[in-house]
């Protein structure tokens, strides 16, 4: 990306530092126009390198909306590339995981195993 290598840089650095499990927020802002949406898409590119799994958003300028819509999308977005073996992993329970489970069981609702 001509121009901006100092942004991505900073975003490459911030994406190795999650990836290496210390969280990282990264907001890219600014007037219409001048390159948010190929600012992200690079960083999903850089993702993507990194071996990370990567997801879009989108907020809409409607009252009518859901509540958190754009992370219900991501969120959508990766279960369903889950399920083509690019985003989250299945999940699968663990024994080591205590689990909980409700039932009437000595006057209590909810017990662990």
Known sequence: MVGREH???RLGAA???ARDGR????LIAGEPGIGKTRLAEEAARIATTL???RAWGRAVDDDGSPPFWPFRLAIRSLAADGDRGHGWPRAKPSPARPRRSCGRRSGSCCSRR
């Open 7 to 9: 942004e991505c840089d």
């Open 15 to 17: 994406l190795t530092t």
């Open 23 to 26: 969280g990282q927020v990264v």
């Open 51 to 53: 071996g990370m799994s």
